[in-house]
């Protein structure tokens, strides 16, 4: 019997804190939702553990997802930063790169975000590498000291970014300006390129960068009072957090690389999702989260998330390992408006303060909750298991005098007009992630959690003619329940430009094992001993003249031909034909992986098939099989057994959130309790009957 047997995840959204327990003795769970705190989100993070009730003297693993870095980006909160680059350069940050984003391609009127750095809190220092990284004009330490002297003591900026042309090829001048700086300014928070990203493309690492130091103070701040409150609270074990392309990092390396953890929340159920795959043997999934102020859709092929080495945060680069997720302004929270004649949906949200109407915060614009509940989804006397009574009359009024109105239209139309244009961008969103991969979302499983996944993916699942809806237990809760699924995770990355058939092999294995060394030596320092840690390299490939890349894996010993067959077998089936022209690497990646152990599924005692037992009443709700009001079985899920079977239409209640089954569809509850829906419609048998 392990010492501490509790393991607990939390994950903290824009409304909601999520708090899950896991017992290794049983395989038992234990879920409950707490306010999200804007001002201070650690207390969130304790309420939510405080109501739960964990013994923290018991947690042997305490781990965290949060998007308060993305957060601080979005909502400019982070820290006044500085750059320090090379004199004549100090603009690469504010160019950037002219490309317009493809949904404003013809809109004249558009115009970039915002810096996070102004000019004058940027400048440029004596002292230039070559495209080698060979010294031309050592760093100038005195002009050095003069800028920086002009930045804290003037400018009152909080936190630099130093990033030095070519220093990916030779960090030594960036690591020597950090060292003199901090030794200058101790209270000064510094980053340098070549500890977060030691690839090419100027703008892109200064970019990645820049974020960095934007969220690091704040971030630091957030973990250390996170943290000294689970340890008052008597927390002895691990403290870990997520990162965004999976796995997990200790809180330490964490506060010095935060950039890493700004998508933490939404990969946590990713990495639930890849897990959920392997278990129930569904190798093609399509996870579907969406919670208060988000939808986050990606794509599980062959038992594999999607991922990249790229993410945009309000149109900034940041070079970093993440999941392939597709985020749209479409949640639980998103405002609905009549705007010139037109119902629009999102992306603004009523966040958790002050929420839809209906949770009576203040809120007087309606969102997609105030349309769930006129549409009779949501009950509003057991909301949160009855903790929180929604005010319904207040809902019915927003959604009348705000939208309804306005577009000529009762309520209960306007609301399900509300949810019809939800659904539509859901839609385009999901089709367009599985479409651009060359796949067919109707052969995939749509994976439905988060807080408002289960009320709306029935309906986007009819209308996409997916095989089937999966809703796991507790989905609500799903993002936490990954998160213990993950494991302690690092990556180093090094640019390495070089014609694959003419690359020296010698020298290729040297650099990747140096990255081994530098990998393990991460883990070594987050607590994982070298022989519980698996490394995997890939090489970063192109056909000469591309921009964008494929990874391959390769092993202990590299065989040029053979990597370039396998890269042309990828680029065929991820594109539909090679090319016949030279093969050239791009970059050499390793991650690092120390195993934790994984949670396993509980299997219910089995039904009788009967779901009687658990049907609790009816309720009139909104049909979209019909588009219209008819009466709905309800069920309480906790009570419905493995083998239960039952059409719709039907409301299934677990106190967080509310599954909804529409006329033309059917639900199955499978060996481990999870509901499986499938629509039976003509226009959908095809991919109904497959399941």
């Not at 207040?394 to 306007?414: I, K, Q």
């Not at 029935?458 to 209308?463: H, M, N, Q, T, Y």
């Not at 050499?588 to 049907?615: F, H, M, N, W």
Request: some cysteine; aromatic content about 6%; overall charge negative.
């Amino acid at each position: 019997m392990p010492d501490r047997p509790l393991r607990l995840a939390v994950d903290i959204g824009g409304t909601f804190v999520d708090a899950m327990e896991l017992d290794d003795r049983t395989g038992r769970v234990r879920f409950r939702k707490a306010s999200t705190t804007p001002e201070r989100p650690w207390d969130g993070v304790l309420a939510a553990v405080a109501d739960l009730g964990t013994d923290l003297s018991q947690v042997s693993v305490f781990i965290h997802g949060t998007t308060l870095g993305l957060n601080a980006v979005l909502e400019r909160r982070g820290a006044r930063t500085g750059i320090v680059t090379n004199d004549g350069f100090r603009d690469i940050f504010l160019l950037g790169r002219g490309n317009v984003p493809d949904e404003k391609m013809y809109d004249f009127r558009y115009h970039r975000p915002p810096s996070l750095v102004q000019r004058r809190h940027t400048a440029g220092v004596r002292g230039r590498l070559d495209h080698r990284g060979t010294v031309l004009t050592e760093l100038d330490e005195d002009h050095l000291r003069d800028v920086v002297r002009d930045l804290v003591e003037v400018q009152d900026v909080q936190s630099l970014a130093v990033c030095f042309l070519h220093a990916h090829r030779n960090p030594e001048p960036e690591r020597r300006a950090a060292a003199l700086i901090s030794q200058w300014y101790p209270d000064v928070r510094v980053s340098i390129s070549t500890d977060i990203a030691r690839e090419h493309r100027e703008y892109e690492r200064t970019s990645t960068t820049v974020l960095e130091a934007y969220i690091r103070p704040i971030f630091q701040r957030y973990v250390d009072e996170l943290e000294t409150g689970l340890r008052e609270r008597g927390l002895a074990g691990d403290f870990l957090i997520m990162r965004s392309g999976g796995g997990s990092m200790t809180a330490a390396a964490a506060r010095t690389s935060p950039t890493h953890t700004v998508l933490s929340g939404p990969a946590g159920g990713i990495v639930g999702a890849a897990h959920l795959a392997e278990l129930l043997g569904r190798r093609h999934l399509l996870t579907f989260d969406i919670g208060g102020t988000s939808l986050d859709a990606c794509v599980i092929e062959d038992g594999s998330a999607a991922t990249g080495h790229e993410a945009q945060l309000e149109r900034f680069p940041l070079l970093i390992p993440c999941y392939d997720i597709r985020t749209i302004g479409a949640g639980g929270g998103s405002i609905a408006r009549a705007d010139g004649g037109l119902l629009t949906v999102g992306p603004q949200s009523a966040g958790a303060m002050p929420g839809p109407v209906c949770y009576r915060r203040g809120g007087t614009e309606p969102t997609v909750t105030d349309a769930s509940v006129l549409l009779g989804y949501v009950d509003p006397a057991s909301f949160l298991a009855g903790t929180m009574p929604l005010d319904a009359e207040a809902a019915r009024d927003a959604v009348a005098s705000r939208v309804a109105e306005p577009l000529g239209l009762t309520a209960d139309a306007a609301a399900a007009g509300i949810l019809d244009v939800l659904v539509a961008r859901t839609v385009g969103a999901l089709r367009q992630i599985a479409v651009e991969r060359g796949l067919d979302p109707r052969t995939f499983t749509l994976l439905a959690y988060g807080g408002a996944g289960p009320l709306v993916a029935p309906w986007v699942g009819r209308e996409m003619g997916v095989a089937e809806i999966l809703v796991p237990l507790a989905p609500s809760g799903f993002s936490a329940w990954g998160m213990l699924s993950a494991d302690i995770v690092d990556d180093v990355s090094r640019t390495w430009v070089a014609r694959l058939a003419q690359a020296p092999v010698d020298e290729l294995l040297a650099d990747l094992a140096e990255l081994d060394e530098l990998a393990l030596t991460s883990l070594g320092r987050q607590g994982v001993p070298r022989d519980r840690a698996r490394l995997i390299r890939t090489l970063e490939l192109r056909y000469l003249g591309q921009e964008h890349s494929l990874p391959v894996t390769v092993g202990a010993t590299i065989d040029p031909d053979a990597v370039a067959a396998a890269f042309h077998e990828l680029h065929t089936a991820r594109y539909g034909h090679a090319i016949d022209t030279a093969v050239e690497i791009l970059a050499l990646r390793v991650r690092a992986i120390g195993t934790t152990a994984r949670p396993q599924l509980v299997r219910p005692p089995a039904g009788d098939g009967d779901p009687a037992a658990a049907r609790t009443g009816r309720r009139d709700a909104f049909d979209a099989a019909t588009r219209a009001t008819v009466p709905f079985d309800v069920y309480d899920r906790p009570s419905l057994a493995p083998g239960d079977r039952f059409p719709g239409p039907a409301l299934i209640d677990e106190g967080t959130c509310t599954t909804v089954v529409h006329g033309d569809q059917q639900v199955r509850v499978d060996e481990y309790g999870h509901l499986v829906i499938t629509t039976t419609t003509a226009g959908t048998s095809v991919a109904g009957g497959s399941a």
